[in-house]
Nanobody, 127 residues
Framework: QVQLVESGGGLVQPGGSLRLSCSVS???????????MAWYRQAPANQRELVAI???????RYADDVQGRFIISKDSAKNIMYLQMNNLKPEDTAVYYC??????????????????WGQGTQVTVSS
């Protein structure tokens, strides 16, 4: 089973910065490859929305309201994804989730595509 763990959230003032991280590991079996990694966020009473995504070829794409402020990156050797968030605004307040699309090899059985979510990390931007 593929496991994702987010960290780095917290309370910051408007204009501040945070760096989120997402560690990817296989509790059982093995991850053969990662197709794409992404950050999503969900504010109270709102739908979960895509914030940023990075593909296996390192191509990136951002939501319009975070363009120029957020940077998504990854360390493929360590299977860690990051989201550097700068010039944070109150409207950035949300639970941020890591999402990984991978090719997973279970201990028993054939390889299959696995899409997994982390538990989320809270980001609160307030004065």
């Amino acid at each position: 089973q593929v496991q994702l763990v987010e960290s780095g959230g917290g309370l910051v003032q408007p204009g501040g910065s945070l760096r989120l991280s997402c560690s990817v590991s296989a509790v059982s079996g093995n991850i053969r490859s990662i197709n794409a990694m992404a950050w999503y966020r969900q504010a109270p009473a709102n739908q979960r929305e895509l914030v940023a995504i990075v593909a296996s070829d390192e191509t990136t794409r951002y939501a319009d309201d975070v363009q120029g402020r957020f940077i998504i990156s990854k360390d493929s050797a360590k299977n860690i994804m990051y989201l550097q968030m700068n010039n944070l605004k109150p409207e950035d307040t949300a639970v941020y989730y890591c999402n990984v699309d991978s090719q997973y090899i279970p201990d028993y059985g054939p390889e299959w595509r696995s899409i997994n979510w982390g538990q989320g990390t809270q980001v609160t931007v307030s004065s």
